[in-house]
């Protein structure tokens, strides 16, 4: 199952990682205690060996040995059971795990405990590769048989220490059955794992609270937008706010104003082409009425034409009312690609020809044909660059006039520049002819040409300036960057 809410996946990965430390943990403290438990049984056993050793150093001799045994049996006595079973030792129930043997020179036994199993030297003998022809001594084989050794017998394994008595010849064999240590080490860490594995679903519900108690302003954050409506884009107050949540509303708010300027800008986009539209449908539904009305043909023809030229203009206005809408922040993506930039303004360029023709007017194009003209660009938006610009050239340049189009190279970027012999813009008014509905003079156009050039430009992160034109009228001078890697 896919686990959505933060809580439950921060409470997952901490009780993952808790229960990984722990079996770590555990694992080498059983290990540590395991190890500890043998070198401390390990000890025991040598002393054992030892505490043997001076208690029959010396000649034992066969009534000596037999009452020692004797003595032995006694002491380690043992009784049945009631109900048939095992014998048990009275004492621990450990002692019958342990058991001793001391052995002459030729490995036979002269004393041992009760509970020593049989075949114990045989058994070693044979696990050592120790064995040999009877009757040769155990001091032979002592390089192999002195130490610790792990025997597998019969009932068990057996952890078996051996000892050579120099001085008396003796051999004594002190023997522990490897089930008595597994059960201390288990125990140990039964004790000390218990308390981690009852205190894991405590500490489960403690970090549960925990993390729900460091979310808690995320869930507030969520609260307040939650309580919004569609129409409150305010910033979000929230105080105080944690380090790590300030990013996030940070860039809420970053949004949320962004989101209130385009919305701004939407609606005085829409009042401003509103009022715009109004005077020329008005226009045409004159225009219409008086052909309707007109009773002469002449007048009716003459009222056609007005209106046919109405809803030319309308027909740019809206055109161009599109055009910037699509150039609008967030709502145009270039399509940029390397283009040659003086093929592309001779293309263009042909396409208008007969504009400034219809008007008798002279359209030049010049450019160095040696230089280097290219540039990263949006070949849609360019074309309407040029349009535009070499369009208001045309709208307000007489007729007989002269428009000129020129590009200039430098080593970061191309300029385009539109100069024409019209009336011209005093400098103080220039800067208003970017703004958008503004006209200068009795021209038809919807006052966004410059504007949509504006927008262009900055898309492709560019200049414009305004300038007065070496023909006397207007000049426009865009730059643009070129944009092109090195290796281009």
């Given at each position: 199952m896919r686990l959505r809410s933060i809580r439950s996946r921060t409470l997952a990965r901490v009780l993952g990682v808790l229960i990984l430390a722990l079996t770590v943990i555990s694992w080498l403290s059983y290990s540590d205690a395991k190890h500890e438990i043998e070198e401390l049984f390990d000890a025991q056993l040598a002393q054992s060996a030892r505490l043997l050793e001076g208690m029959v150093g010396g000649e034992l001799s066969p009534a000596l040995r037999a009452t020692l045994q004797q003595a032995l049996d006694a002491a380690l006595r043992v009784r049945d059971e009631p109900d048939g079973g095992p014998a048990l030792v009275e004492g621990h129930r450990y002692e019958t795990k342990l058991a001793f043997q001391v052995l002459d020179g030729r490995g036979q036994v002269l004393l041992q405990s009760a509970s020593a199993p049989p075949g114990l030297l045989a058994s070693l003998l044979q696990q050592t590769g120790a064995q040999a022809p009877?009757?040769?001594?155990?001091?032979?084989?002592?390089?192999?048989?002195?130490?610790?050794?792990?025997l597998s017998l019969a009932d068990a394994k057996w952890r078996l220490f051996v000892r050579q008595?120099?001085?008396?010849?003796?051999?004594?064999l002190v023997a522990e059955r490897e089930d008595v240590r597994g059960e201390l080490v288990g125990s140990i860490t039964l004790r000390s794992l218990l308390p981690d594995l009852v205190g894991l679903p405590l500490l489960a519900l403690?970090?549960?609270?925990?993390?729900?108690?460091?979310?808690?302003?995320?869930?507030q954050v969520v609260g307040l937008i939650k309580a919004r409506d569609a129409e409150n884009l305010a910033p979000l107050t929230l105080?105080?706010?944690?380090?790590?949540?300030?990013?996030?509303?940070?860039?809420?708010?970053?949004?949320?104003?962004?989101?209130?300027?385009?919305?701004?800008?939407e609606k005085r986009f829409l009042a401003d082409a509103a009022h715009e539209l109004r005077t020329p449908l008005a226009v045409l539904r004159i225009h219409a009425q008086n052909a309707l009305e007109a009773p002469e043909a002449a007048d009716r023809e003459a009222a056609?034409?007005?209106?046919?030229?109405?809803?030319?203009?309308?027909?740019r206005v809206v055109t161009q009312l599109l055009t910037l809408a699509r150039l609008e922040p967030a709502a145009r993506q270039l399509g940029m690609a390397e283009l040659d930039l003086a093929s592309y303004v001779r293309g263009e360029l042909a396409e208008l020809i007969p504009l400034a023709l219809e008007r008798d007017q002279e359209l030049s194009f010049d450019c160095d044909d040696m230089a280097d003209h290219r540039l990263l660009g949006d070949a849609p938006s360019l074309g309407t660059l040029l349009q535009n610009l070499v369009g208001n050239a045309v709208q307000?340049?007489?007729?007989?006039?002269?428009?000129?189009?020129?590009?200039?190279?430098?080593?970061?970027?191309?300029?385009?520049?539109?100069?024409?012999?019209?009336?011209?813009?005093?400098?103080?008014?220039?800067?208003?002819?970017?703004?958008?509905?503004?006209?200068?003079?009795?021209?038809?156009?919807a006052g966004l040409g410059l504007s949509i050039v504006q927008r262009i430009v900055e898309l492709h992160r560019g200049e414009i300036q305004l300038a007065?034109?070496?023909?006397?009228?207007?000049?426009?001078?865009?730059?643009?960057?070129r944009g092109l890697s090195p290796a281009s």
């Open positions: 009877a009757g040769v001594s155990l001091a032979a084989r002592a390089e192999r048989l002195v130490g610790y050794h792990t008595d120099l001085a008396d010849r003796h051999w004594i403690l970090v549960w609270s925990a993390v729900g108690l460091g979310l808690r302003p995320l869930q105080a105080p706010l944690p380090q790590e949540l300030e990013p996030m509303v940070a860039a809420l708010n970053r949004l949320l104003l962004q989101v209130t300027t385009l919305l701004e800008r056609l034409r007005q209106l046919v030229a109405g809803v030319e203009r309308a027909t307000y340049t007489p007729a007989g006039g002269r428009i000129a189009v020129s590009l200039q190279v430098e080593a970061q970027r191309v300029g385009l520049r539109v100069a024409d012999s019209g009336p011209g813009v005093p400098a103080e008014q220039r800067e208003l002819l970017f703004r958008r509905f503004y006209r200068q003079g009795e021209g038809q156009g007065e034109s070496p023909l006397g009228g207007l000049q426009v001078e865009v730059w643009l960057p």
